[in-house]
């Protein structure tokens, strides 16, 4: 049955800038023989009212002509029987249902698109997998952890505590070792530069991106938002920041972005941390010292959540690209509690109050 399933489609989405491509970003077809199924084996139903409940399916163009043409199709193998409606000023109308022949082929399709999810599944865990800005910004916006079910969180005691650290400390496609042991001494600097003069570096929204993990009683949830707004001061010489001059910076996010996948957990978030109230979230840099050569600074700021200012510490890793680009990423855990924000409870799930904040962003000269 799929190799009769419509083949005109029209694209979801543009085609990035760039050299022709030689495919179309468009969804799922072969698809639409168990979709009209399954919708009649919800209800009876007519042709045009088919061809508007099949649009949800998000199955490419639906028309008229796709739908009768599956319907045919169907009914032809047994799957669906039709019959006249009685005629109603006029008019006699067709009425489709399913078979129960039809009935047990849907149970064998659902195996058919469960085995399909799987798939699409592992490839999207192997693009998360290759710790590139752009898989988790692709996270993000599209909520995979609530849509796939998998965890990574490393707060988690089951999930290996390096998966995130790969994610989000890749720079320009090149993975980075795992952060050494900030407990460890300082080592000895090389001899420091004549100070440069400082540069302000706006941040770029769209290339910068929080990850918020949390612990429940069903397993990890994954909220997070790109859109990421500020600006940092510092001294860069090199390729290098150089603390002697402390650098500042002001980094802000609008809280309402914060997404899960899951609208259930979302209105529970932005319910109890009150985003109405406290739209923002900010962080403030009022310290910075080098760990070593490493790459990595322990820096010390002010962190503004629900309206409620503590100060934090932690630590991060800098590079500078040769474009001028300042990545910088880092994480550190966090007791909502310290916040006034009370665990949040979901029906029968419950969150714990500790959770894992992780940080990419990248600034550029405006």
């Not at 000895?188 to 770029?204: C, E, K, M, Q, V």
């Not at 500790?354 to 962003?361: F, P």
Request: aromatic content about 6%; proline content about 8%; overall charge negative.
């Amino acid at each position: 049955m799929a190799d009769r399933a419509p083949t005109s489609t029209a694209p979801v989405d543009p085609v990035p800038e760039g050299p022709a491509s030689r495919f179309e970003f468009a969804p799922p077809r072969r698809f639409v023989l168990p979709a009209v199924l399954l919708l009649l084996s919800e209800r009876p139903g007519y042709g045009y009212n088919l061809e508007k409940d099949l649009l949800d399916f998000n199955f490419g163009r639906i028309d008229r002509p796709t739908v009768y043409r599956a319907l045919a199709d169907l009914e032809g193998d047994g799957l669906v029987d039709s019959w006249n409606e009685a005629a109603t000023a006029g008019q006699q109308r067709r009425v489709y249902g399913i078979t129960p022949l039809g009935e047990r082929v849907l149970r064998v399709w659902m195996t058919v698109i469960k085995e399909e999810r799987d798939c699409l599944g592992s490839v999207l865990r192997r693009y998360q997998a290759t710790g590139t800005v752009d898989a988790v910004l692709a996270e993000v916006d599209g909520g995979w952890a609530a849509a796939l079910g998998y965890g990574w969180s490393p707060v988690s005691t089951t999930a290996p505590a390096v998966t995130t650290a790969r994610r989000l400390a890749a720079v320009d496609g090149e993975r980075r070792a795992p952060a050494p042991d900030t407990d460890a001494e300082p080592a000895d600097l090389p001899a420091a530069a004549a100070p440069g003069s400082a540069r302000t570096l706006r941040l770029i929204p769209d290339r910068s991106v929080v990850l918020i993990e949390v612990r429940s009683t069903v397993g990890p949830i994954s909220f997070g938002a790109d859109g990421v707004t500020g600006s940092v001061t510092a001294d860069i010489i090199d390729g290098v920041v150089r603390p002697e001059s402390p650098p500042t910076a002001s980094v802000e996010i609008a809280v309402e972005r914060l997404r899960s996948g899951s609208g259930v957990y979302d209105a529970e978030l932005l319910r109890r941390i009150d985003a109405r109230r406290h739209p923002l979230a900010s962080l403030e840099l009022r310290d910075c010292q080098p760990i070593g050569t490493t790459g990595r600074y322990r820096l010390a700021g002010e962190l503004t959540f629900h309206g409620v200012t503590r100060r934090t510490d932690g630590t991060v890793s800098a590079t500078v690209g040769p474009d001028g680009r300042l990545v910088v990423v880092g994480e550190q855990v966090f007791d909502i509690r310290d916040f006034a924000v009370p665990s949040p409870t979901v029906l029968m799930l419950r969150i714990y109050p500790d959770v894992r904040v992780h940080l990419h962003i990248e600034a550029e000269e405006s």
